[in-house]
C-alpha cells in the first residue's frame, strides 16, 4: 500500500488558516487522496478528496501537487470545533478480486490544536 | 437520518466471556466496515461487506474473531473467547456503494476485557 507521512501535531489559532500537509511520494496514478479527520471520543469523519486537480467544499480545501507527491488540506478559517485528528489517506480505485482494493488505510495522522 | 448506529458503545467483559458488538448501517447503504482502534496500533480495518458478503476478513486478528452480516441492516462482531488485549474502541462505518469515497461512521464501542 502506498503509505502518507504527515506532522505529528501541528498548532494554530482560531479564526487563522490551517494548511496540513501530506507527502505520499510513492503515490499510484490510480491512488485517490482522501481526508478524514477525527473528533474527540468520536469516529472518523470525512472531510475531503480528490486526485489531480484541486478540490473545494464547505468544509475544506485540498490543494494537490502538479506532481501528486504531496497535497495539503486547507482549513480557512479554524474553530476551536477544528480540533481534531486529521489523516491523510491514499485509496485506489482500480477494482480488482472482488472490491478488495476499496481499504482506507489509516495512519498515525496530525493532531491540530486549535488555540482560542 | 440516524447515521450508523452501534451498540452498546460501551462493554466491560471479563476475560474469557463472548462479546458480540451490533452495528446498523444507514438505511440504503450496501457496504460495511468494521475498524478496530488503540492506542497502540491506531486505526485497523478488521472487514469489510458488499451486499452482505465478506469481502475481505485479512484484517480479521484471529479465528477468535468472527463477523457476520445476515442482512442489510444489521451486523455483528463477535469476540469468543475475549482476551484483555482485545480491549479497544470499534468503530462500523457504512457507504452507498464499495467504491464511494466517503464511509459513515458510527461512535464506537468501547470495549474493556477485564
Known amino acids: 500500500d502506498a503509505k502518507t507521512t504527515q506532522p505529528n501535531s501541528m498548532e494554530s489559532n482560531e479564526e487563522e488558516p490551517v494548511h496540513l500537509p501530506c507527502n505520499h511520494s510513492t503515490i499510484s496514478g490510480t491512488d485517490y487522496i482522501h481526508w478524514y479527520r477525527q473528533l474527540p471520543s468520536q469516529g472518523p469523519e470525512y472531510v475531503i478528496h480528490?486526485?489531480?486537480s484541486n478540490v473545494n467544499n464547505r468544509m475544506a480545501s485540498l490543494a494537490i501537487a502538479e506532481d501528486r507527491k504531496s497535497s495539503t488540506l486547507i482549513l480557512h478559517r479554524a474553530t476551536l470545533r477544528d480540533a481534531a485528528v486529521y489523516y491523510c489517506i491514499l485509496r485506489d480505485s482500480t477494482f480488482g478480486s472482488g472490491g478488495s482494493n476499496y481499504k482506507l488505510t489509516f495512519g498515525k495522522g496530525t493532531l491540530l490544536t486549535v488555540n482560542p | 437520518d440516524a447515521g450508523v448506529i452501534q451498540s452498546p458503545r460501551h462493554e466491560v467483559t471479563e476475560m474469557g466471556q463472548e462479546v458480540t458488538l451490533r452495528c446498523k448501517p444507514i438505511?440504503?447503504?450496501?457496504?460495511l466496515f468494521w475498524y478496530r482502534q488503540t492506542m497502540m496500533r491506531g486505526l485497523e480495518l478488521l472487514i469489510y461487506?458488499?451486499?452482505?458478503?465478506?469481502?475481505?476478513d485479512s484484517g480479521m486478528p484471529e479465528d477468535r474473531f468472527s463477523a457476520k452480516m445476515p442482512n442489510a441492516s444489521f451486523s455483528t462482531l463477535k469476540i469468543q473467547p475475549s482476551e484483555p488485549r482485545d480491549s479497544a474502541v470499534y468503530f462500523c462505518?457504512?457507504?452507498?456503494?464499495?467504491?464511494?469515497?466517503?464511509?459513515?461512521f458510527g461512535p464506537g464501542t468501547r470495549l474493556t476485557v477485564l
Open positions: 480528490g486526485l489531480t
Open positions: 462505518a457504512s457507504s452507498f456503494e464499495l467504491a464511494d469515497n466517503e464511509q459513515f
Open positions: 461487506f458488499n451486499n452482505n458478503v465478506p469481502i475481505d
Open positions: 438505511s440504503g447503504h450496501n457496504s
